[in-house]
């Protein structure tokens, strides 16, 4: 409705302005109907259900995905139009697995031997009417000028309603910690990092940013996602029990009080017999920090109604994005952006 409104006070206003015809109304109207055409159109089109799939994956790759789509299946059913799945949802997590576990996914797309991870998203999103959003999975890139050399990713894909690929994102910040006591992970032993931020319209809501886990801790990515529009950011992670408790929900707060939009983590479930045991916790976020729902540690699916009003009434009380420095500190926006 908002966007038909903004679009028709265009039109009136150019009409009224050209006509040679004066109208008594003319003088009363205008200046009301050049604020409503000036006006941005709404970065959420439409409310929207959103659904964080909290999974846990074991190692037979088949098996898992073949429980991602019943748990798809499952949130389509409960109305959600935005479907997302957990970081390394097709494997067990950890620079063990990686290597074994990839899957070769250019050129695009990929051939189902080369991917069988690919075809099944795109069948989930496809099957079930929605955009998916498919967590991650470990990427392999062969060079062509030496077989021999392999780069590995932690890479995710979305899908349209018609199991299109919309985009991919490669994990931008690798997860190098060192906690003296409690956790000591190095992703960069075997994976490589991304080089863009990912920003992806969905037509019919509007645009999403997608970054994956450990991104979630650089502000920076997240202000250039919400200042290209976007109305919510989707993180896919897998925290564990050390940084979990410390930190997951306090950063899905943060990134969503900073941007004013919604957030949405994905966490695997807990799997105590793991080698690597993720702090679960799947959240959504409202544009003023509230968190409207979250998961315990188990697999659950959980879900909420985002509204672009809530946006709009965040940024209007609390008005950021007119109060910037520019002349002050630079616009981190001019990245580079990409689907």
């Not at 903004?6 to 206003?13: F, H, K, Q």
């Not at 499952?74 to 899957?103: H, M, Q, R, T, W």
């Not at 017999?273 to 993720?278: L, P, R, V």
């Amino acid at each position: 409705m908002r966007s038909t409104t903004w679009r028709t006070a265009r039109v009136l206003t150019t009409s009224l302005l050209v006509s040679k015809r004066p109208s008594p109304f003319i003088p009363h109207l205008i200046p009301l109907l050049r604020k409503m055409a000036t006006s941005h159109p709404p970065i959420l089109k439409q409310p929207v259900k959103l659904a964080c799939v909290q999974l846990a994956s074991g190692p037979s790759k088949p098996t898992n995905l073949t429980h991602a789509a019943s748990k798809v299946r499952e949130a389509a059913a409960s109305g959600a139009k935005i479907v997302v799945l957990p970081e390394c949802f097709n494997s067990p997590y950890g620079c063990d697995y990686f290597p074994s576990y990839a899957e070769a996914l250019l050129p695009s797309p990929p051939p189902a031997e080369a991917s069988p991870s690919f075809h099944a998203l795109s069948v989930m999103a496809r099957d079930n009417n929605v955009y998916l959003i498919g967590g991650s999975i470990p990427e392999l890139v062969v060079s062509e000028t030496d077989p021999s050399s392999k780069t590995y990713y932690n890479t995710s894909l979305t899908f349209s309603p018609k199991g299109e690929l919309l985009a991919t994102h490669r994990k931008v910040h690798l997860f190098d910690i060192d906690i003296p006591g409690k956790i000591k992970f190095k992703e960069s032993d075997v994976l490589s990092p991304g080089d863009k931020v990912t920003v992806v319209d969905l037509p019919e809501y509007g645009k999403v940013g997608i970054a994956i886990c450990y991104d979630v801790r650089f502000p920076e990515l997240a202000m250039i996602a919400a200042r290209q529009g976007c109305f919510a950011l989707i993180y896919p992670g897998a925290f564990n029990t050390t940084t979990g408790p410390m930190h997951w929900r306090l950063l899905g707060q943060a990134r969503a009080v900073d941007n004013q939009v919604y957030v949405a983590l994905c966490s695997p479930a807990r799997d105590v017999g793991a080698s690597y045991h993720a702090w679960g916790h799947s959240l959504i976020s409202d544009p003023m920090a509230q968190v409207l729902v979250e998961a315990d540690e188990n697999e659950t699916i959980v879900s909420a109604e985002l509204d672009g009003a809530r946006i709009e009434e965040a940024r209007k009380g609390i008005p950021l994005k007119d109060q910037r420095r520019f002349d002050i500190y630079p616009d981190v926006s001019k990245a580079r952006v990409g689907p």
